[in-house]
Structures are given as structure tokens and as C-alpha cells.
């Protein structure tokens, strides 16, 4: 326990201001854990004065580190280079003098020490600088789960980011569509955008969405409307103005997968841009499954503090249809 003790104290000395940088924090993290908290050896000097590098090189020379732990240090220190760039995002915070979790860390760097795979690696810098700069903002739940994440796996978070649609309470919702009992003869909008039944079972199995489907009963929510939007566009439900407010048909009603709280933080770690013509081909059909509302889509201008500010002066719905029958017209002739 003494050892353990020191090598805690040691790290944390040395790596006490993150400001020196994500891949001095790594270093020195990296080669204290491989002395094995002998803290007698000029290693450690060394990585107090930033030769971390140097340190590492001392282990490699006298065969103390094994193929494996050689390995895992080139894995964590090519993330912790990745992380210092990532690091970017954070350079308006005016606080950046956070203290390191020890225990977080050691989590993280027994799961990212066997990822070698860039893009994936990619994903671990960006939890790693996440989590220096917010500590707590990704759970020990989540790096298992980034642990055990195929490069394909990964590959079907990074087609479902671009799909996210936010409700009328902000929640992000991934739509499952219904294209097929309404029209046999036309896929399902997911299937247009590439993801399909398949693609949601390995998500859910995977723990990042979970399958509870949402019903929505627009008949308490039209006062102020009920909407959908992506971060772009704006999708608008208001109900005829003819209709009787007591009528059955009222009943707007829609299906989602939810994300779960390390669905929220992966997602967060994926830089994909909303695809806009899914959301447009999306209003088109609850057009036609919903009659008795007027639906159209608007321009978002900006999102600030939580409140979405739209541009009402143009349907962009009316314009991408008339495209969309453009082209289909030129493909049939």
C-alpha cells in the first residue's frame, strides 16, 4: 500500500498543472506507473524536469518494459498527442487548473494502452481532453464501453450522430421510422440514410440507445406548436386551424430510440454535421402521415442559452420538394 501510496503522491506532483500540457500528464503518468512505484530511480527526475520521452527511452535500454507495456506506452502517448490538439476546443476556458482523478485515470489508460487504431484513437484523445478540462464528464461506464467498441461498431455512432433530431424539451432522439406501413413501396428513411434494423440492435446492445419507444399527443403541446429540429432546421407541427380542438384525429404521434448516459457522451465525442435532406425528406413524410397538421421547416439562425432562433420567412419544405420531383422526373426520363 505504501508503494501505491507513493506512486499516487509522485504522479500527482508531477502532473499537478495541466496547463504543461495533456502529453506531459500521459508521460508522466505512463512512465511512473512502469517504474512500478520504485520512486529512488532518476527516472522520476527526470519526469519532473518534462523528459518524459527520455524516461521512457532509459526503460526501453535496460529491457525493463516488455513488448506488451512498450506497446501500450506508444498507444497512450500517440493519444495524448492527439488529446493536446484536441485540446483546442478548450482554450476559452479562463480555468483550466483542474485536479487530476487518479482512479479515472487508471481506468483510462488500462483500456486506451490497447487501442492502436487511429481513428479510434482519435475518440479516446478527445474523452481524454474532455475529461482534464471536465472532470466527471465521461463515467467510468463509458470507457468500458469505448473499450469494447469495434472500429465498425464505431463507424454506425458516427452515421447515427449525423441522423440526431432534438425535441420540443431538447432531448435528442434518434426517429425510427415507419416509411413501410404506409407506402410498401418505399424503404425506410433510415434505410435511405444507411442505417438499418441491424444498425439500432448493435447500438442497443452496446448500451448507447435504449429502446423505449415515445409517443407524442400533440393535443397538450399546440399552443406554442410541436417541433423537431436537428441544429440547422427547424421542423414545425401546427394544427389546422378547421379542425375541431376536440377531434380524435388530433393525435400526433411519432416513435424514438433514446440515448442513454453513455450514448450522451460518446455522442458528444463525434464531430459529424447534421445531414439537412434527412431532415426535409422526414417532413415530407409526416406530411403525408399527418393531414390534419400544417407542417413546414425553417432555417435555424442560431441556438443560444437554450432557446432556438428560426428564420419564419421562408418554408424550405415547399422548395426541396419541388427539387426532389426535379430529379425524379430527370432520372425517369
Known sequence: MDIFNSLVNIVRDTTAVVQSGI?????????AMFL???????????IKMGKVKEAIDDLVKSH???LTELVKCKNLLQIAEVADRENKAYEHETNTNHEIDFDWFLR???????????????????????????????????IETLRNMTQSEAIILHKIARLILFESD????????????????KPDINMLYGIGTKDF???????????????????????GGVYLYNGNILLEFLLKSELNQNSEELHLEYFAYLFTRTGIELISIINEQPNDNYILDLGLFFREKYPNFTIKAYKIIKIEDGNVFVDYTNDLLD????????????HSN
Open 170 to 185: 431538447d432531448q435528442k432522439i434518434i426517429y425510427e421510422s415507419d416509411y413501410i406501413s404506409l407506402d410498401k413501396d
Open 108 to 142: 483510462f489508460f488500462e483500456a486506451a494502452g490497447n487501442i492502436s487504431n487511429e481513428d479510434m484513437q482519435l475518440l479516446w484523445a478527445r474523452i481524454l481532453a474532455g475529461e482534464v478540462h471536465n472532470p466527471g464528464a465521461f463515467s467510468f461506464r463509458t
Open 23 to 31: 502529453s506531459s500528464v500521459v508521460g508522466g503518468f505512463v512512465a
Open 64 to 66: 525493463e518494459l516488455t
Open 201 to 223: 440492435n448493435i447500438l442497443e446492445e452496446c448500451g448507447i440507445i435504449k429502446n423505449t419507444k415515445k409517443e407524442r399527443n400533440a393535443v397538450s403541446d399546440l399552443v
Open 36 to 46: 512500478r512505484g520504485n520512486t529512488q530511480r532518476v527516472e522520476f527526475e527526470k
Open 319 to 330: 422548395a426541396y420538394k419541388k427539387n426532389s420531383s426535379q430529379d425524379n422526373d430527370l
